[in-house]
């Protein structure tokens, strides 16, 4: 074979045919790193096809619809000028993606075909490069909005849900983030903000009172509204998007960004999908809150507003509901005057907790009260409320009912005392021995009739009497009860203290006992004969 000239290895080849230039052409492999292909793809087709077509002149263009225009992918050999005669030819690739090729070579039907080749080629690589890039995104779109759901989901607190939103999306979807909520009267305040660089949260500050009137104004508010984004003000640069839940309109999410910083194709549905998200997690701890109040006001009518004061006696109660704040308590404590001029303590747990524990715990509380002034002896209440339990077949009760009788005016207190299956209380002495009290009868609501027979003991001065429900006794800490005797230590202790801080501390006790939360309700009452020795 002739030896060939060197300067004429990788020169044009005139006598060529076709098929060795399109051999040529799809010859040009892509390159194994991925990171690379398109672009050492794209400068490798450039060269054979300038060898082919006599191209003095190439370059292929590339706008991945960031926002950040075209960009130069590749060139070989002269730079063409945008006034230059070099032939565009758009390169097929999907949206948002867009592509030209631009070639200064004669125009041959040969230069033609090869270029409709190349241009086929490099249409192929780039949208493989699009398919590769978007799944990278989908995959850490769908990481984030993981993220996003577990982060939402650790909190039921309205106010620190609304804190913890804009701090998710910055800096993921923009550089700066503002939470509207909505008020009655469809109106907006401001409720949390974020920017990426503390040191401008200032100025986000400075821009709340501008962003809500234009999220106010009359398009706007009818577009969000309407379940639609709205482009913000110029001079932000960002989207607002409406959050609803449940078909309810909460707020407006604004997301801005600096304006020169890339923006990514999938950025609008994965902030949407984020507004959904964060929609219900907002009802959700606004749902919470109500259910929250509600509560509250319910089991605060259930117990006594304020505890009497009592010549001679002093009085300590504490109250624990199971549960996470939302949740009622089926258990019971009151005191009240009685017609006859003493004073009557009930303590009582009612089966269950929650709502339909807590009717029945305010229906036995009014049914005692309402007997008890009628003038009705305690033996006859405890028989009424048990066929009233028995009627409803629902629900049963341990009771204890304690009459104190301070009328004598000496420094003793006599005590008659009933309990339908309820633990029997404690007696703290003066010198800190403890000792049980009462004798057991049956439970309220299980059997007919009621068998409670009443035990009469006297409370001398600096004794305390203490009642408490199994809330207490069955607190636990993994397989370990704290228990009547843990609760006799705990008691012997507190001789000499007052009746309150009796209570209390027993209540510490009982909660410290254990990390987890109460599984049952807790009550506790300790009425103290304060007086003299």
């Not at 125009?107 to 192929?124: F, I, N």
């Amino acid at each position: 074979m002739p030896n060939r000239a060197p300067d004429q290895e990788h020169s044009p080849h005139p006598a060529a045919g076709p098929l060795t230039a399109v051999d040529a052409l799809l010859g040009v492999a892509t390159t194994a790193d991925e990171t690379g292909t398109a672009h050492g793809f794209a400068g490798d087709l450039l060269r054979t096809l300038a060898e082919h077509t006599a191209a003095t002149g190439s370059a292929v263009w590339l706008d991945r619809g960031d926002g950040a225009g075209a960009q130069l992918l590749a060139a070989q050999g002269k730079r063409l000028q945008p006034t230059s005669a070099a032939r565009r030819i758009s390169v097929p690739v999907s949206l948002p993606w867009s592509a030209e090729l631009r070639l200064d070579a004669p125009d041959t039907p040969q230069a033609r075909t090869l270029t409709r080749l190349a241009v086929q080629r490099l249409g192929m690589t780039l949208e493989h490069q699009r398919l590769r890039d978007s799944d990278r995104r989908r995959q850490t779109s769908l990481a984030f909005l993981a993220e996003v759901s577990e982060l939402l989901a650790q909190s039921l607190d309205l106010t620190l849900t609304l804190a913890l939103i804009p701090r998710l999306v910055v800096p993921r979807l923009g550089t700066w983030c503002t939470l509207h909520r909505a008020t009655p009267g469809r109106r907006l305040e401001p409720a949390a903000a974020a920017h990426a660089d503390e040191a401008l949260s200032p100025w986000l500050d400075a821009v709340s009172d501008e962003l809500t009137r234009s999220l106010l104004a009359p398009p706007v508010a009818d577009a969000l509204l309407a379940g639609k984004n709205v482009p913000l003000p110029t001079a932000l640069s960002g989207i607002a998007v409406p959050l609803f839940a449940r078909g309810e309109w909460l707020g407006v999410l604004s997301i801005g960004r600096d304006t020169d910083s890339p923006r990514d194709p999938d950025e609008i549905p994965v902030a949407e999908e984020v507004a959904r998200r964060c929609a219900l997690a907002m009802d959700n701890a606004r749902i919470h809150e109500e259910r929250q109040t509600v509560s509250h006001t319910l089991q605060q009518a259930l117990l006594p507003a304020k505890l009497p004061t009592i010549q001679g006696l002093g009085i300590g109660a504490e109250y624990v509901p199971a549960g996470r704040g939302v949740e009622v308590g089926g258990d019971l404590y009151d005191i009240m005057a009685m017609p006859d001029g003493r004073w009557l303590v009930m303590v009582g747990d009612v089966s269950g907790k929650g709502v339909h524990a807590a009717a029945v715990t305010g229906l036995i509380r009014e049914v005692i009260r309402v007997l008890v002034k009628d003038g009705r002896p305690l033996q006859s209440v405890l028989a009424t409320l048990n066929e009233t339990l028995s009627e409803r077949s629902e629900r049963y009760c341990t009771l204890a009912l304690a009459a104190f009788d301070t009328r004598s005016g000496g420094s003793d207190v006599e005590v008659s005392l009933h309990l339908a299956g309820h633990d029997r209380p404690l007696v703290l002495h003066a010198d800190g021995r403890v000792s049980s009290a009462g004798r057991w009868g049956t439970a309220l609501g299980l059997v007919s009739p009621v068998t409670c027979p009443p035990a009469r003991l006297v409370l001398k001065p600096g004794e305390t009497l203490v009642f408490f429900t199994d809330g207490v006794t069955e607190r636990r800490n993994g397989h370990e009860f704290f228990g009547t005797q843990r609760l006799a230590q705990r008691l012997t202790y507190l001789a000499g203290h007052p009746a309150d801080v009796i209570a209390a501390r027993l209540r510490t006790a009982a909660v410290d006992f254990s990390v987890d939360p109460p599984r049952d309700d807790m009550a506790i009452m300790a009425v103290r004969n304060d007086a003299e020795r």
